[in-house]
């Protein structure tokens, strides 16, 4: 049934909710309360805004949803296309330029699939870069986009399945199934199903908040995601000569590979990240002509791309990894790295913001430019059975290379974990495998236990050693006589 006794009540903050749908919108329809509850206080405006332009211009409102007639007929017919849209620039203020990248990878995948018909489909690599570059990215889907972009967003926006249709297990499924494989159909790797996973679970989330779903499908799904690896492959890890051949490789492989010396050098010496490196400021260390200097991270500024940031140059100045904002970390550093970095510094110089490091034209070191100088170096530098091996195949080996030496060194973990930016719980999880030294002296505790085991020579509970005054004949008949209840 249908009324136009309808009042709306304003926005109310509730204080038991902390950041969980803290703000709530109340109205009544013919009498009967109804409350919806929001995440941020947009979000409850709008829908606030939505009730009170339907009052306005005389809408009906339907007893049994609460809502306006024809919002009631558009929320059962939203398809998930428009829905990931929404989610899409829902999220958008509040990620970091890389986790929007992933995002949308995920939601492309997602909605590539979930189409209730092929008839008139574009091709996939048309639809998927339709829906990454334009569809999906709010810094661009204000832009008219070129023809053949239009015409795939155009059959997407016919052929996407409705919401509703996500409470079908076997609908579900087929998100997840897509989630699982790469464009080839092969198995995609663990951290990528997981990621994807996570963001389709998010997704669902913000449907159920906005009443197109009762209650998030993948909860009632028994599907896992593959497991994935958290620990570092100690083959990955090299020793000190083998990283020291390779940085004194490093000049020799591209033209003026020197100034990339001192960058890998804060990755094995200082076990920094390279976003942390690519980032540090001469202001921020101290070098001193001898003994052991000192660097203070202030914070990171990843590339991610002038599509996903609103920044031109692509890049986006954020604090540093698990670190609240404007937090340091300070990291002593030994001799070898300042000898190096006082070198750069002497025949490089600086940017003119301060950066220590820069890319071969002048501008911000991209990760392309120092993985292929990496990889380089690291095939001219070590034989060719160890270049087909995993060690330090990438530049952050090198911070792996890092952690495991120091606790490989007795460093107690408390303050790696510092140095390396870790949680001590993270940090023994991630590096169990690359701690070496202990593996004898278990070892030999071990054997020691098992000598002293078979010393004391109890069978079943029972001494086994005959008694004083009995031979071991006499004492085996005695051991049967007391449990047949013949001696006493």
Wanted: charged fraction near 25%; aromatic fraction near 8%.
């Amino acid at each position: 049934m249908s009324t136009y006794n309808v009042k709306i009540h304003d926005i109310s903050k509730r204080a038991d909710r902390g950041k969980s749908k803290a703000y709530r919108v109340r109205w009544a329809v013919a009498g009967q309360r109804r409350e919806r509850s929001f995440i941020t206080k947009a979000l409850a405006d709008r829908f606030r805004a939505d009730l009170m332009q339907a009052v306005k211009v005389g809408s009906p409102f339907d007893e049994v949803t609460g809502l306006p007639e024809k919002s009631a007929a558009e929320q059962s017919r939203m398809t998930w296309y428009v829905h990931a849209c929404d989610y899409v620039e829902m999220k958008w203020p509040s990620l970091a330029a890389k986790s929007r990248r992933s995002a949308v990878e995920a939601l492309v995948t997602v909605t590539a699939a979930l189409v209730a018909a092929t008839r008139g489909a574009p091709q996939h690599d048309i639809l998927r870069e339709a829906l990454y570059s334009w569809a999906f990215n709010p810094n661009r889907s204000k832009d008219a986009p070129p023809p053949k972009t239009a015409e795939a967003l155009a059959w997407i926006g016919r052929a996407s399945r409705p919401v509703s249709d996500l409470a079908k297990a076997d609908v579900v499924r087929q998100a997840l199934t897509a989630c699982a494989r790469k464009l080839d159909g092969k198995p995609a790797a663990a951290r990528t199903v997981q990621r994807k996973r996570a963001t389709l679970y998010n997704a669902l989330r913000f449907a159920v908040e906005r009443d197109l779903l009762d209650y998030n499908p993948l909860d009632k799904i028994q599907w896992k995601a593959p497991e994935v690896g958290e620990t570092v492959d100690r083959r990955v890890v090299a020793n000190a000569a083998q990283v020291e051949a390779i940085l004194a490789a490093v000049p020799d492989v591209v033209r003026d590979g020197g100034r990339f010396v001192a960058f890998f050098g804060c990755l094995y010496y200082a076990g920094l990240r390279p976003s942390e490196a690519a980032s540090l400021r001469q202001m921020d260390c101290a070098l001193p002509s001898s003994g052991w200097g000192r660097i203070v991270l202030v914070e990171t500024n990843p590339y991610a791309g002038p599509s996903w940031t609103e920044t031109e140059d692509g890049r986006e100045v954020r604090g540093l990894k698990h670190r609240g904002q404007g937090e340091t970390r300070t990291i002593p550093i030994p001799p070898e790295l300042v000898r190096l970095m006082r070198e750069h510094l002497e025949r490089y110089g600086t940017t003119p913001d301060g950066r220590l490091f820069r890319g071969l034209r002048g501008g911000p070191l991209a990760s392309s430019t120092y993985d292929r100088v990496w990889k380089e170096a690291r095939a001219y530098a070590l034989a060719s059975e160890i270049t087909a091996s995993p060690l330090a195949r990438r530049p952050y080996d090198l911070r792996h290379a890092a952690v495991s030496l120091w606790l490989n060194g007795g460093v107690p973990a408390t303050e790696v974990a510092r140095r390396a930016g870790h949680s001590v719980a993270v940090l023994l999880k991630v590096y169990a495998n690359c701690i070496d030294g202990e593996e004898e002296t278990v070892n030999d505790k071990i054997s020691r236990a098992l000598s002293a085991s078979r010393g004391r020579g109890r069978i079943g509970g029972k001494s086994a050693r005959p008694r004083s005054g009995r031979s071991g004949k006499a004492q085996v008949k005695w051991v049967r006589s007391r449990r047949n209840g013949d001696a006493l």
